[in-house]
């Protein structure tokens, strides 16, 4: 059965509207990333805000297709994900150390491609290095937050079938109960003055 989220419960299954949107929206959300990735250097974008994009493409994948979907299709924990981008954007400094220079100065090198040159450099890579880290946290994030949302509530009863009423207990899970405050047992005068 489905586990209840606050009276609400979850369909068996997803939305097959939903299902086909995500597929189409996927790609452009990932495409549009890239995009901010690519730009970031030199006008607004960069690897935090096309981390952003592609977390909100994941998020969508999670929602028409659970978590189970998600972690298919990323076939890597969204931890890796943190220590991969954290790795690279640590190492991208470390050229302009073996140039001489100092930590995270950034270096560029010319591509030449058949209509010109093709600009490379360190900034880019620290920005990928942002892109996974980002990508990697929000996932971690979403991906807890469904296996809390989806994991048997502590109100069912214990056959998991959530068919108990909102507000009602059984002994494992009945809050202990208050006491009213009691007056001292022993009364003491004060001195009179």
């Given at each position: 059965m489905n586990a209840p989220l606050d009276g609400l419960t979850r369909p068996a299954h997803p939305s097959v509207v939903l299902q086909t949107g995500t597929r189409l929206l996927m790609s452009v959300l990932l495409l549009a990333s890239l995009f901010m990735l690519w730009r970031g250097h030199n006008e607004p974008?960069?690897?935090f805000i096309g981390g952003l994009v592609a977390a909100a493409a994941l998020v969508l994948y999670t929602i028409a297709y659970r978590q189970a979907g998600t972690e298919r299709m990323l076939r890597v924990a969204p931890r890796v994900l943190i220590?991969?981008?954290l790795a690279v954007?640590?190492?991208s400094g470390l050229f302009a150390v073996m140039a001489g220079k100092t930590y995270l100065t950034g270096l560029w090198a010319g591509i030449e491609t058949g209509?010109?040159?093709l600009k490379l450099g360190?900034?880019?890579l620290f920005?990928?290095?942002v892109f996974l880290t980002v990508v990697g946290v929000v996932m971690t994030m979403v991906l807890a937050l469904e296996r809390i949302s989806t994991a048997p509530s502590p109100l069912m009863d214990g056959e998991g079938d959530g068919t108990r009423e909102p507000g009602t207990h059984d002994e494992r899970t009945r809050p202990p109960a208050r006491r009213a405050p009691t007056a001292p047992e022993t009364s003491e005068?004060?001195?009179a003055s």
């Open positions: 974008g960069g690897g220590g991969s981008g954007a640590l190492a209509t010109g040159v360190t900034p880019l920005d990928v290095g005068t004060l001195p």
